[in-house]
Nanobody, 121 residues
Framework: VQLQASGGGLVQAGGSLRVACAAS??????YAWFRQAPGNEREFVGA???????YYADSVKGRFTISRDNRKNTLTLAMNNLKPEDTAVYYC??????????????????WGQGTQVTVSS
């Protein structure tokens, strides 16, 4: 199983970026994005689960859109109206978590390598 993340970069506050993740090896019930800023724990950003149910962290709701292409086995996170506090390394994850674990690090067994998103003020 391999998760390959791409995208990200540097943008000014209020701008937009997109990160993508290509999964290979098998399909999973849920795919998610987490992020980790320096000195912080890895935090949940959003997830799409079986049946295309989508979940977001409150901090990104209304600004970020997560989507999943089952045919291509890819996961995309479109980020709009970015804020400096969105600066972090973004990680894609895949697994078969139960609902209570869907927003937790422990719910996912496979992780991409991370891609940097930097938002300047």
């Amino acid at each position: 199983v391999q998760l390959q993340a791409s995208g990200g970069g540097l943008v000014q506050a209020g701008g937009s970026l997109r990160v993508a993740c290509a999964a290979s090896g098998r399909t999973f019930r849920s795919y998610a994005w987490f992020r980790q800023a320096p000195g912080n724990e890895r935090e949940f950003v959003g997830a799409v689960s079986h049946g295309n149910r989508i979940y977001y962290a409150d901090s990104v709701k209304g600004r970020f859109t997560i989507s999943r292409d089952n045919r291509k086995n890819t996961l995309t996170l479109a980020m709009n109206n970015l804020k400096p506090e969105d600066t972090a390394v973004y990680y894609c994850a895949a697994g078969d978590p139960i609902l209570s674990n869907l927003r937790t690090y422990e719910g996912y067994h496979y992780w991409g390598q991370g891609t940097q998103v930097t938002v300047s003020s």
